[in-house]
Nanobody, 120 residues
């Protein structure tokens, strides 16, 4: 029912920047938390950055100071600004949303994933 549409990935050289976008659609009462996860080759899925409905954020230690997660004031779009990218940050990035569909009804939604490739 809820769709998360991701965009902004692609190929970038080491030291470059990308901005990922995640646009939710469907009938949503509220979004409690959104985040970006990364699946790197040979690695488990890990949280890169998250943001709550109160705009509190958290980041993986490896990206602090370089990545910024933000949320649009109008609508539920979430962005991940990635600066000074490193080759080891290559992977598939997934948008995730913990949402309230209606009063007392919760759901955990995932995007299809978007490829980010950082070349050396």
């Amino acid at each position: 029912q809820v769709q998360l549409v991701e965009s902004g990935g692609g190929l970038v050289q080491a030291g470059g920047s990308l901005r990922l976008s995640c646009v939710p659609s469907g009938r949503i009462l509220s979004i409690n938390r959104m985040g970006w996860y990364r699946q790197a080759p040979g690695k488990q899925l890990e949280l890169v950055a998250g943001i709550t409905s109160g705009s509190m954020t958290n980041y993986a230690d490896s990206v602090k100071g370089r990545f910024t997660i933000s949320r649009s004031n109008a609508g539920n779009t979430v962005y991940l600004q990635m600066n000074s990218l490193k080759p080891e940050e290559t992977g598939v990035y997934y948008c995730n949303a913990d949402i309230t569909l209606s009063w007392g009804r919760m759901s955990d939604s995932w995007g299809q994933g978007i490829q980010v490739t950082v070349s050396a």
